[in-house]
């Protein structure tokens, strides 16, 4: 498993303390032998088509793809 150090994320003008952290996790299951997405979650929520905006992860969280060794659908128009 492929796992991103948790990244820090800076407060947003939004937040009423300033110095609450935020923290953002990425985790890729299976790179690097596995090149291709599978499947994408934030915060545990499916994301597809695999888009992810800054609304899904502005507040820190969980972003987690799980990867393959085979093209998948995921993110692809196999038509």
């Known amino acids: 498993m492929?796992?991103?150090p948790t990244i820090e994320l800076p407060p947003t003008p939004q937040q009423k303390d300033q110095r609450q952290?935020?923290?953002?996790?990425?985790?890729?299951?299976?790179?690097p032998t596995k090149p291709y997405?599978?499947?994408?979650?934030?915060?545990?929520?499916?994301?597809?088509?695999?888009?992810?905006?800054?609304?899904?992860?502005?507040?820190?969280?969980?972003?987690?793809?799980?990867?393959t060794d085979l093209v998948e659908e995921c993110g692809n128009d196999l038509s």
């Open 21 to 31: 952290k935020r923290t953002l996790s990425i985790t890729a299951l299976g790179a």
């Open 37 to 67: 997405i599978k499947s994408l979650t934030v915060n545990g929520r499916k994301v597809d088509p695999p888009i992810i905006r800054y609304e899904d992860f502005a507040d820190g969280g969980e972003i987690v793809f799980e990867m």
């Open 2 to 4: 492929a796992h991103c």
